[in-house]
């Protein structure tokens, strides 16, 4: 099994998405030079209290945006396959770990479902007042365009990470706008009446 450096980092990083990064503790900073050198990835691993999610996904360096004289630099990365942590290794000033990389099961989500959840997450983003680019419902790897421009619930999004069908991506994203977007709407229904201080006009 390869052993590649990680990237412990608050956030879930889906295949395909693009991710900037400010390199600046020492550690990354060698980490992303052997990268650079070597032209190899590097994993993304969403960090949790005392350890690391199971599920990651790999990492390209896209681009050197700009180096610093002390050695920071801005880079662009990619996603590009999803893993599974095996086991961790701490020799090395920063963290590696021993991954196996997973493969997605055969599937495709039903056009009708793809248009449900592009207009959901459309609807949802529009009551959040995000006017972020929206994919269209018949690109590639839908799901996961989609759940990269979700604001917030990371525990959702690892769960999706971990998911290896983009039929059923598709089908926990309908579930998850269907039970989220009434809560948006009631949070900003009641917003709306303390604005007014309870008075009906």
Same mark, same amino acid.
Request: glycine residues 4%; aromatic residues 4%; charged residues 30%.
């Given at each position: 099994m390869p052993l590649i450096p990680l990237f412990p980092l608050d956030l879930v990083l889906f295949p395909g998405i693009p991710l900037p990064l400010h390199i600046f503790e020492p550690r990354y900073k060698e980490m992303i030079g052997e990268c650079l050198e070597q032209k190899s990835a590097f994993g993304m691993v969403r960090a949790q209290e005392n350890a690391?999610?199971?599920?990651?996904?790999?990492?390209?360096?896209?681009?050197?945006?700009?180096?610093?004289?002390?050695?920071?630099?801005d880079i662009l990365t990619e996603g590009r396959r999803r893993f599974e942590v095996l086991a961790l290794d701490q020799e090395r000033a920063f963290l590696r770990g021993e991954v196996m990389f997973l493969e997605d099961e055969p599937s495709s989500s039903s056009p009708?479902?793809?248009?449900?959840?592009?207009?959901?997450?459309?609807?949802?983003?529009? !009551? *959040? #007042?995000s006017d972020s680019d929206m994919p269209g419902s018949d690109s590639a790897a839908l799901s =996961?365009?989609?759940?990269?421009?979700?604001p917030t619930d990371l525990d959702f999004?690892?769960? !999706? *990470? #971990?998911?290896?069908?983009?039929?059923?991506?598709?089908?926990?994203?309908?579930?998850? =706008?269907?039970?989220?977007?009434?809560?948006?709407?009631?949070?900003?229904?009641?917003?709306?009446?303390a604005g007014r201080n309870g008075q009906v006009r």
């Open positions: 690391v999610a199971e599920v990651g996904c790999s990492v390209e360096i896209v681009d050197v945006l700009k180096r610093y004289p002390d050695g920071r630099m009708q479902a793809r248009k449900r959840a592009h207009e959901m997450h459309e609807q949802m983003m529009s !009551l *959040l #007042g =996961y365009r989609l759940a990269a421009a979700i999004k690892q769960t !999706l *990470l #971990g998911v290896p069908s983009e039929s059923e991506r598709i089908r926990l994203l309908i579930e998850y =706008y269907e039970a989220t977007i009434p809560k948006i709407r009631q949070n900003l229904e009641a917003r709306r009446k």
